[in-house]
């Protein structure tokens, strides 16, 4: 079974060039997937690609690099069957939840010569 690598994408990029990048790569179109929002034409979007081998991963990793890619999730033993939107969706929903996010700078206010607990009334 292939594994599916997808990738959000930023608001600017083109989705035709993606389609372009990925065909001339060796992709068939049966093998990528790309969801679109039909509200707006210049949302961001999200496309599937299957992938056979760690090779295959990272071509299409860096096609998705040079197509202003946000972010990308590889999801194992999954086919392009199963990699409709709403699957998918589900799928990343649950790895940005579970993911460790980085937290601001933290500063720690250390003891001053104000009052501590020794102080007599």
Do not use: C, W
Not at 55 to 84: G, H, P, W
Request: no cysteine; aromatic share 10%; charged share 25%.
């Amino acid at each position: 079974m292939s594994n599916i690598l997808a990738g959000l994408f930023e608001h600017h990029s083109d989705y035709k060039k993606l389609e372009n990048d990925l065909e001339n790569s060796g992709f068939p179109s049966s093998d990528y997937i790309i969801y679109l929002n039909s509200d707006m034409s210049d949302a961001q979007y999200l496309a599937s690609v299957a992938v056979k081998d760690s090779n295959q991963a990272d071509s299409a990793r860096s096609i998705f690099t040079q197509n202003a890619v946000i972010k990308t999730y590889l999801f194992e033993n999954m086919s392009i069957d199963q990699a409709n939107y709403d699957t998918i969706k589900k799928y990343i929903d649950a790895r940005n939840k579970a993911e460790i996010h980085n937290s601001p700078d933290i500063k720690i206010k250390t003891a001053s010569d104000g009052m501590n607990s020794e102080v007599k009334f």
